[in-house]
């Protein structure tokens, strides 16, 4: 069997489905992150949350820049404090090939459990704060197509219905759960 991580694709319920936060961090979180960054990595993801591999924890790798040494390991992460907006084009692993304009917060302040234990808060901007706002997103069952605009959506319809056909020729139900 191998140990390499599938991803989660859309329409999968699992992406729609809240993780279960973390209570403390044990053995199977520290075996499950180099997998987690072995697969953001095959993957060239900026970020990576837990439930986007199968597992329902609470859990998410980020990175502004891709590189191994800027991943952050946030648990339990939560949005403490937001402003600004900006509209970017926006992408998402589990919806390979897809992008849409997304306004989401300029900055963010941020707090979350490392892999240490500690609770950390972090004032972020930029690239690093939608990273954060994405992947939050994702561990709270918020997938980013419902934060396109409407004309995206629209744009979108034909190409979100193939993917829901691959995952039905696939064997799988959109309304079957893992």
Partial sequence: MSDKLELVLYPDPLLRKPTAKVDEVTE?????????????????????????????????????????DDI??????????EDGALAVEEGCLSFPG??????????VRVRYMNLEG???????????????????DHLNGIMFISRMTPADRMRLKRPLRELEEDYEAAGKSPSSSR
């Fill in 28 to 68: 199977e979180i520290r075996a499950l992150i180099p997998r987690m960054i072995e697969a953001m990595n095959e993957f060239r993801g900026l970020g990576l949350a837990a439930n986007q591999v199968g597992e329902g924890i609470h859990l998410a790798l980020i990175s502004d820049t891709g590189e191994e």
């Fill in 72 to 81: 952050r390991v946030v648990i339990n992460a939560e949005i403490i404090d």
């Fill in 98 to 107: 897809l992008t849409g304009l997304i306004t989401r917060a300029e900055r």
């Fill in 118 to 136: 500690e609770i950390v808060e972090e004032d972020t901007e930029g690239l690093l704060a939608r990273c954060f706002l994405h992947e939050i």
